[in-house]
């Protein structure tokens, strides 16, 4: 009886002071549902997203990055940083020298790519004294200053990403890290909708029946982190790298190909990357930028053609040696080069369009309930994670202020909660 009174005095006496009281670390576990569309809920039944929102926050939609791309997009997520600050520009590593390309798998092998002087939150983390882990999560694979994930787990080459079972075995393992290994922080990314809303479309009862498939795995995510014990600590966030939206096919529109762009040929070019939906960049041979550009500029009403130094601000897709001097986009529902393409859903354009806009969803001690927010761009994540995890962020463009009325407010002046 005594000692108990002797602790609780001790306990008041250390809230005077101010001393942290069974202070928790707060965890974050950062979801990505690839192509997960801000809309997506809207024609098909959640009760489980509807649930967390109800729980936590949920906002109208989020901004990606330009180019809204798997791999740049998520690296965005993982920095803070515009796609030409961070240098990850495209999925795919290619050398205008040999011509030689990488598709996306190989590429996430590749360290130089991803490791382009920019820190994910991972490294940062961890060399504030916290532990990292990812499963699947577009960068996982690479090295960041000779430093990984602590905890990681690199999908193998042709990964089945639609398979249920296997997401919720994922879900139990990324929980066993935050239980078992006292994780902090930790990324889980999943390869659908995106795979379904690019072979069927974003219309198509099938994207439809993939987002049930999601919001049974948001249900089995919440449910695990609580038989985990983890409810009280750990911080979710649900988001996503791009939209999707539907690609005109056979003939009902007037494609572009740029082969029969008068005055346009490949034979002026020293490299390309042009067949990959909306988005291309050229690498004209010396002496010819200004007949390439001549030639596309105007060439077709749903097809924008810039110089490099000419691209957009708001786009921040410009300022980095890796883009190429001249760069293309298509309006939705165009494909550049669309012949040797058959997905009805793409993704890739303008990060204005609303169909390229993913969802956001967080849950946890760090967030209010039953909250409804406007949009914001996805750069602002970061800081977000940062504050939430008590790290100090690396250089980024985002800004707590887009996001911090988001919290509740009992967070102290290191980003550290009190559990009260
Ligand atoms: C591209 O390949 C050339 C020739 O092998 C090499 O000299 C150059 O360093 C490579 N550039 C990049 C960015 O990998
Ligand atoms: C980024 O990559 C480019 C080549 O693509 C290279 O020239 C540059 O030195 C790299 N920067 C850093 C900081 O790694
Ligand atoms: C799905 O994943 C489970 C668990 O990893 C595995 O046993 C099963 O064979 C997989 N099914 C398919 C169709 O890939
Ligand atoms: C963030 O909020 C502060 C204080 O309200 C303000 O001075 C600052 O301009 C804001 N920054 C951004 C990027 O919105
Ligand atoms: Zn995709």
């Known amino acids: 009886m005594k000692s108990e009174l002797v602790y609780l005095c001790l306990l008041w006496a250390l809230s005077i002071l101010g001393a942290p009281v069974n202070k928790q670390r707060q965890k974050v576990l950062l979801i990505s549902f690839d192509g997960f569309r801000w809309d997506y809920d809207r024609d098909v039944d959640t009760p489980n997203l509807d649930k967390m929102a109800k729980d936590g ?24 940083r515009y796609i030409e600050n961070h240098g990850v520009i495209h999925n795919m590593w290619f050398n205008t020298t040999t011509t030689e390309k990488k598709p996306y798998y190989q590429t996430q092998f590749v360290n ?18 916290l532990k990292a882990g990812s499963l699947h999560f577009p960068g996982t694979a690479s090295s960041y200053q000779g430093q990984v994930a602590m905890v990681r787990e690199v999908e193998p080459l042709l990964y089945n990403y639609k ?14 890290w935050f239980r078992d290994q006292d994780l902090d922080f930790v990324t889980l990314y999943f390869g659908e909708p995106d795979g379904t809303g690019h072979r069927y479309g974003p219309d198509s009862p099938e994207r439809r029946e993939m987002v049930k498939q999601v919001d049974r795995t948001v249900g089995y995510i919440r449910q695990s982190a609580k038989q985990h014990g983890l409810t009280n600590s750990l911080n979710i966030i649900i988001t996503a790298d791009h939209g999707m939206t539907s690609v005109y096919r056979n003939g009902q529109v007037e494609e572009i190909t740029l082969s029969k762009i008068p005055g346009f040929s490949f034979r002026d070019l020293s490299f390309h990357l042009v067949d990959f939906g909306p988005s291309g960049m050229l690498l004209p041979k010396p002496g010819k930028l200004e007949k390439v550009y001549n030639a596309l500029k105007g060439s077709h009403p749903h097809l924008h053609v810039y110089k490099k130094e000419e691209m957009p601000e708001r786009l921040h897709f410009a300022k980095n040696d890796r883009i190429l001097p001249i760069i293309l986009w298509s309006d939705p529902g165009y494909v ?4 040797l393409q058959f997905h009805k859903g793409e993704h890739g354009f303008d990060n204005q369009e609303m169909d ?5 969803r967080a849950v946890g001690p760090a967030f209010q309930k039953n909250l409804k ?3 914001f761009e996805t750069v602002n994540i970061y800081p977000l994670m940062c504050h939430i ?32």
């Open 112 to 129: 130089e790519w991803w490791d382009n002087g920019t820190l994910p939150i991972w490294i940062t983390a961890q060399r504030q004294g």
């Open 373 to 375: 927010v406007g949009p």
């Open 163 to 176: 398979n249920e079972t296997a997401w919720r075995e994922n879900t139990d393992k990324v929980m066993g």
């Open 356 to 360: 390229m806009k993913p969802f956001f």
């Open 336 to 339: 550049i080069n669309g012949v």
């Open 389 to 420: 995890l008590g790290i100090q962020p690396e250089v980024n463009d985002g800004h707590l202020n887009a996001t911090k009325h988001m919290l509740v407010t009992s967070t102290t002046t290191q980003g550290e909660f009190i559990s009260d």
């Open 57 to 80: 926050v949920k906002a109208l939609y989020v901004t990606p990055p330009y180019l809204t791309i798997t791999s740049p997009t998520h690296f965005t997520l993982l920095t803070g």
